[in-house]
């Protein structure tokens, strides 16, 4: 059974930097997708950020491209996404997901594993 969970979300003033943690278990991750969605009230749930697990393959969505910084280290079995130059609009609970595929994927409805979420707040 897959567990994912997150930490690291906080509080942040506009042009800060907090970085995010995904633990991963239950499963062998080399043939997996990991990657990072985000939520705002109201909002639908929006992609971030993918990594392949096998090489390291990453692909961002153009709004956090240049500041986010998705990664793994396949001694912990956990993925990370170090945020930078945060902005107000960035808040939002941010999700870690993963699914078994060979390419990375950016739509929600693609993966099938999903952790609880942590809030990520950034204050202008």
């Known amino acids: 059974q897959v567990q994912l969970v997150e930490s690291g979300g906080g509080l942040v003033q506009a042009g800060g930097s907090l970085r995010l943690s995904c633990a991963a278990s239950?499963?062998?991750?080399?043939?997996?997708?990991m990657g990072w969605f985000r939520q705002a009230p109201g909002k639908e749930r929006q992609f971030a950020a993918a990594?392949?697990?096998?090489?390291?393959?990453?692909y961002y969505a153009d709004s956090v491209k240049g500041r986010f910084t998705i990664s793994r280290d396949n001694a912990k079995n956990t993925v990370y996404l170090q945020m930078n130059r945060l902005k107000p609009e960035d808040t939002a609970v941010y999700y870690c997901a993963a699914v078994r595929r060979g390419t990375v994927v950016v739509s929600a409805q693609d993966y099938a594993y999903w952790g609880q979420g942590t809030q990520v707040t950034v204050s202008s």
């Open positions: 239950g499963r062998t991750f080399s043939g997996y997708v």
């Open positions: 990594i392949r697990w096998s090489d390291g393959t990453t």
